[in-house]
């Protein structure tokens, strides 16, 4: 299957600070992109659809002006956490929709990014 | 709206035993089934889908099938292996052509030798 690699796995940051998770398709070019944000013992929940070249469309109740998130290639996507603070701590997961036949239908999913703030 | 849920894990099993995660769902219409496994340290990968009524999914010996009647996408297998311990979960995509999907919250399995 294709790969999508997240970076960084692990980040811890004090309070105020802005943290960047960089989420790349390494093997395909993704049209689309996906932010999930997990809780504990929680689904994992839909933040944003990022498509390449446009603006990321935000799910209700996700501040656009928190949760930046830049498409700007069609193999990677950002997110910043901006002033980040204790409740933003969580474990976001990006996932990719691949362009093109070879894996038409399927998402693939990166590993997860464990954000913890102080 | 459109929901999923799976139950509570963790689920502990010897090597052998039989498996079953249950898996329900609420969507309006006619929505495509999941399964996707995350091993430790890896991202989720898909398991297996059904996309219809009655569909069966099946992959590395686990299998789910699409009831509508129930609602439910129950995944099973019939003889786990230490190497099955992950976390699972279960899935919607509500509408064909959206790639929003619902997800459950997770169900760890962890398989003893």
């Known amino acids: 299957g294709a790969v999508v690699s997240q970076h960084p796995s692990r980040v811890i940051c004090k309070s105020g600070t802005s943290v960047k998770i960089e989420c790349r398709s390494l093997d395909f070019q993704a049209t689309t992109m996906f932010w999930y944000r997990q809780f504990p013992k929680k689904s994992l929940m839909l933040m944003a659809t990022?498509?390449?070249?446009?603006?990321?469309?935000?799910e209700q109740g996700v501040e656009k002006d928190k949760f930046l998130i830049n498409h700007a290639s069609l193999t990677l996507s950002t997110l910043t956490v901006t002033s980040a603070h204790p409740e933003d701590s969580s474990f976001y997961i990006c996932?990719?929709?691949?362009?093109?036949?070879?894996?038409?239908?399927?998402?693939?999913f990166g590993e997860g990014s464990r954000l913890t703030v102080l | 709206g459109n929901s999923v849920t799976q139950m509570e894990g963790p689920v502990t099993l010897s090597e052998e035993a039989f498996l079953t995660i249950n898996c329900t769902y609420t969507a309006t219409g006619y929505p495509s089934l999941f399964w996707y496994v995350q091993y430790p340290g890896e991202g989720l990968q898909l398991l297996l889908k059904?996309?219809?009524?009655?569909d069966k999914g099946s992959n590395k010996g686990f299998e789910a099938t699409y009831r509508k009647e129930t609602t439910s996408f129950h995944l099973e297998k019939g003889s786990v292996q230490v190497s099955d311990s992950a976390v699972y979960f279960c899935a919607l995509r509500a509408t064909s052509g959206t790639y929003k999907y619902i997800f459950g919250t997770g169900t760890r399995l962890k398989v003893l030798a």
């Open positions: 059904a996309t219809k009524a009655d």
């Open positions: 996932s990719a929709r691949a362009r093109g036949s070879r894996h038409a239908g399927e998402l693939f």
């Open positions: 990022s498509n390449e070249g446009s603006k990321a469309t935000y």
